[in-house]
């Protein structure tokens, strides 16, 4: 079944739980392994607060350093936020069990227990290695749509710009660039670089802006414009743009601010694929729906 609306002139993507394999699914396993209540990190995360050094390295006005990894860590021990996550899980579990809702009855100061110790670094390695793998459902769906020529592609991804040399908490090299598997996968020998897929990349920490920000889809949009008229396609309006993402909060502001949206959830790619091709009249999936990395 294919949309009722015409398709999109411009494909926008995140990276991220999108077009490679998700960081959240990092965090996860490290939530399960230590016993730490599921969803705290990235609610913790995302409390910030806008000077909070997850949104700083995001939007390039820090360096990766010890110094950040320790201002990480304190960012994800905030008392204030964890009480406030407990008070919501709580109140979300008695909703579920048809008890009473009143949170501050729910979860009192003094019940709540100590905020979890994270070892920040190494959830942060973890994560940034996770995310080098193509995801097995978009990456191809990408070289589809490249293929095609009927759409601008561009990416908008909240980046980490890293210092060259840098290495890992285990020691080791970090290198950002993607990790193909070996033949007989079909992009075996892909460059590494995922922004030579897209006509457009914008990476927050290079450009000074990150998702949610307004001016950071405006951006995006105007670029992916100026690609259409190179091409003869005439100019992108921002209702001719559909943006895929894994992060409810971006999607929200990318409506508000006009632009046609899919979510992404978490191991559901596949999903996001299928309902990708209804909007483009576009198969992505293959006959068999098979992954192909």
């Known amino acids: 079944?294919?949309?009722?609306?015409?398709?999109?002139?411009?494909?926008?993507?995140?990276?991220?739980?999108?077009?490679?394999?998700?960081?959240?699914?990092?965090?996860?396993?490290?939530?399960?392994?230590?016993?730490?209540?599921?969803?705290?990190?990235?609610?913790?995360?995302?409390?910030?607060?806008?000077?909070?050094?997850?949104?700083?390295?995001?939007?390039?006005?820090?360096?990766?350093?010890?110094?950040?990894?320790?201002?990480?860590?304190?960012?994800?021990?905030?008392?204030?936020?964890?009480?406030?996550?407990?008070?919501?899980?709580?109140?979300?579990?008695?909703?579920?069990?048809?008890?009473?809702?009143?949170?501050?009855?729910?979860?009192?100061?003094?019940q709540a227990p100590p905020v979890p110790e994270i070892d920040a670094k190494k959830l942060f390695w973890r994560m940034m290695r996770m995310s080098r793998e193509p995801d097995p459902w978009m990456y191809p769906a990408l070289k589809t749509l490249k293929e095609s020529g009927r759409f601008v592609l561009g990416a908008l991804s909240n980046t980490i710009a890293f210092p060259t040399g840098i290495k890992d908490d285990e020691g080791a090299l970090f290198k950002k660039g993607l990790v193909h598997k070996p033949h007989p996968n079909p992009y075996a020998n892909d460059p590494t670089d995922i922004a030579d897929v897209f006509d457009v990349f914008i990476s927050s920490a290079h450009v000074g802006l990150r998702k949610p920000d307004p001016k950071a889809y405006a951006m995006a949009v105007q670029e992916m414009s100026r690609v259409a008229v190179m091409r003869g396609m005439g100019e992108v309006r921002v209702e001719e743009v559909l943006f895929l993402d894994d992060i409810g909060v971006n999607l929200k502001w990318a409506k508000i601010c006009g632009l046609r949206t899919i979510k992404v959830d978490l191991g559901k790619t596949r999903e996001a694929v299928r309902e990708l091709e209804r909007q483009v009249g576009l198969g992505l999936l293959g006959e068999n729906e098979k992954a192909r990395l």
């Open 1 to 110: 079944m294919t949309s009722q609306l015409p398709p999109p002139k411009a494909i926008l993507f995140d990276i991220g739980g999108v077009c490679v394999v998700s960081p959240f699914q990092a965090i996860l396993d490290y939530e399960h392994e230590n016993n730490i209540p599921v969803g705290w990190v990235n609610f913790a995360i995302q409390k910030g607060p806008q000077n909070g050094a997850w949104q700083l390295i995001e939007r390039g006005e820090c360096e990766l350093n010890d110094d950040w990894f320790r201002a990480f860590k304190a960012q994800l021990s905030i008392p204030k936020h964890w009480k406030e996550y407990c008070i919501k899980a709580a109140v979300k579990s008695c909703a579920e069990k048809g008890l009473s809702t009143n949170s501050e009855a729910v979860v009192g100061h003094e």
